[in-house]
C-alpha cells in the first residue's frame, strides 16, 4: 500500500509502498477515507517528541472496516468507523476505572510495532493509527462505528482534535452552564474548547490568539469575547475588565507553549480550574507561581478530552447531525495524501483550522 513515511525530523515525509499485516486475532483492517492533519504529527516531524524509527504519522482518521480478524465482535466488513489513537484493553487499572483514555497496557504499543514494514524492517505505525497511510490495522478496540449517513472529512476530525477540544470542555473541566471561560490559541484544539463550552452553556467564552483571522473563527465557534494578546501587555488585566475584576472560573492552554500556561494560570481565579491541553515539547516545565494554591486554584491535565470513546464519540456524532456541532467549518482545505507536507507547512503558517487528507473514496 502507498504511505507518507516519516524516517527524520525536519525533513519531508516521502511516499513510499509500505506492507501491512493481515488483521490477526481481534484486530481489524480499516481503509482510510480521510485524515486530518494535526498538530502532534508536526511535533515529531519537528522534532520536539521523538520516534524510535521511521514511522507512518497519522492519528485522525475516519475510514471503513476492510477485513477483521478472529474474535472481532464489535464491527462487520463495511462499517464506517472512527480511529482512536489510545486502543483500550478493557482490563488494566484505568480501564475498569472508567478511563479506558488512559489505558496502559504495554501490549497495545508492542502489537502497533508489529503491523508494517518497509523494505523489509518493521517500522512503527503511530499511535496504533497510522492514517498517512491506505490502510490502517488496529485492535478492535481502537475503532468507533459511525453511521453511514455521517461525511467521512468530519467524521476523522473527531478522531483527535474535536474529541480531545470539546472533551476538554465537557468532560476534563466539566463546564457547567453559566460559567466565565477563556481559551488560549485558538488552532484545531482551541476552536473546539470554545464549542465545547458553548455546548456547555458557558455564560462568557473569550477567546486569546495573536491570528486575527483565528479570532475571526473562534467567534463562528462560540467565543463571546476575543482578545488579540499581541494587543495587550497585560492579560490578566484584560481578563479582568471582562469577568468584573475576578478572572475566568476556566482557562484552557491549547497551545503547548510553557508560557501559555503560566498566562492560563494567572488568569484563573480563586478556586478555578486551570487545564492544559496542549501537548508540550519533552523536557519541557511549566512555572505556576506557588502561593496561588493557596486560592484553591487546580492545575489540571488533559488526555483526549477524558473521553470513553465508545461512549462520546457516537455523541458527537449525533451532536453533527443534530447541527449542533460545528465540523465542517474546521475542515479548511481538502488534499491528496500525497500533499502532506502541504498540510504541515500551512498548519505552521496557520493558515488553516484543519487540512484534511482524502485518502480513498467511498
Ligand atoms: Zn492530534
Ligand atoms: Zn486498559
Request: a negative charge; one cysteine or more.
Amino acid at each position: 500500500m502507498k504511505a507518507a513515511v516519516f524516517q527524520e525530523a525536519n525533513k519531508p515525509l516521502t511516499i513510499e509502498d509500505v506492507d501491512i499485516v493481515d488483521p490477526r486475532v481481534g484486530e481489524v483492517l480499516v481503509r482510510t477515507v480521510c485524515s486530518g492533519v494535526c498538530h502532534s504529527d508536526l511535533h515529531f516531524v519537528d522534532g520536539l517528541w521523538q520516534l524510535p524509527s521511521a514511522c507512518v504519522l497519522g492519528h485522525e482518521a475516519a475510514g471503513i472496516v476492510e477485513a477483521v480478524g478472529d474474535g472481532v465482535t464489535y464491527v462487520k466488513p463495511g462499517d464506517r468507523v472512527i480511529m482512536s489513537f489510545r486502543p483500550f484493553c478493557g482490563k488494566c487499572y484505568y480501564c475498569l476505572g472508567g478511563r479506558p483514555n488512559l489505558c496502559s497496557d504495554p501490549e497495545i504499543n508492542a502489537a502497533a510495532a508489529t503491523r508494517l514494514q518497509w523494505k523489509g524492517k518493521p517500522i512503527l505505525q503511530f499511535a496504533s493509527v497510522g492514517s498517512f497511510a491506505e490502510m490502517m490495522v488496529t485492535s478492535e478496540n481502537g475503532v468507533v462505528k459511525i453511521p453511514d449517513e455521517m461525511p467521512m472529512a468530519e467524521a476523522s476530525l473527531i478522531g483527535c482534535g474535536v474529541m480531545t477540544g470539546v472533551g476538554a470542555a465537557l468532560y476534563t473541566a466539566q463546564v457547567p452552564g453559566g460559567a466565565e471561560v477563556a481559551v488560549i490559541g485558538c488552532g484545531g484544539i482551541g476552536l473546539n474548547i470554545i464549542q465545547g463550552a458553548r455546548l456547555a452553556g458557558a455564560g462568557k467564552i473569550i477567546a486569546i490568539d495573536i491570528v486575527p483571522s483565528k479570532l475571526e473563527l473562534a467567534t463562528k465557534f462560540g467565543a463571546t469575547h476575543t482578545i488579540n494578546s499581541k494587543d495587550t501587555d497585560n492579560l490578566p488585566e484584560a481578563i479582568q475588565d471582562i469577568t468584573g475584576g475576578m478572572g475566568v472560573e476556566y482557562a484552557f492552554e491549547a497551545i503547548g507553549v510553557p508560557d501559555a500556561v503560566t498566562q492560563a494560570f494567572a488568569i484563573t481565579r480563586a478556586g478555578g480550574t486551570c487545564v492544559v491541553v496542549g501537548m508540550h515539547p519533552l523536557g519541557s516545565q511549566i512555572s505556576v507561581p506557588g502561593p496561588d494554591f493557596l486560592q484553591e486554584k487546580k492545575l489540571v491535565g488533559c488526555m483526549y478530552g477524558s473521553t470513553r470513546f465508545r461512549e462520546h464519540m457516537p455523541k458527537l456524532v449525533d451532536l453533527f447531525l443534530q447541527g449542533r456541532l460545528d465540523l465542517t467549518s474546521l475542515v479548511s482545505r481538502r488534499l491528496k495524501l500525497e500533499d502532506v507536507n502541504e498540510g504541515f507547512r500551512a498548519m505552521k503558517a496557520g493558515e488553516v483550522a484543519r487540512s484534511v487528507l482524502e485518502i480513498s473514496s467511498l
